[in-house]
């Protein structure tokens, strides 16, 4: 498959995931379009790094890279997404006021 079928769809995902952080008031919703970014990002590791020398696993290594920060950036805002929503019983990230005076 060329390289620019590979950029198409990881620009998809990418815009995909840019509009679902920016119209979503969800905040589960927010981390799901940041997790669809990441995977955008992989994608054009893996496209890149198959391109330009296959012989090397550079893109392989990165991806696993940010598949692991993505696995901990998960956790930890899945933790506190549920700490926020059970003292305010919401996860409307209009409803996010915990920093204000």
């Given at each position: 498959?060329?390289?620019e079928a590979f950029l198409i769809?990881?620009?998809a995902l990418f815009c995909i995931g840019i509009y679902g952080l920016i119209t979503s008031r969800n905040a589960v919703r927010v981390l799901m379009s940041i997790e669809l970014m990441?995977?955008?990002v992989n994608i054009n590791l893996?496209?890149?790094?198959n391109y330009l020398d296959s012989s090397n696993?550079?893109?392989q290594v990165f991806a696993i890279f940010v598949i692991?920060?993505?696995a901990a950036e998960a956790?930890?805002?899945l933790a506190i997404v549920l700490s926020i929503y059970?003292?305010?019983d919401t996860v409307d990230m209009e409803q996010f006021n915990l920093l204000r005076w």
């Open positions: 498959m060329p390289l769809v990881a620009a990441l995977n955008a893996l496209a890149f790094s696993l550079r893109g692991s920060i993505a956790a930890v805002g059970r003292s305010r």
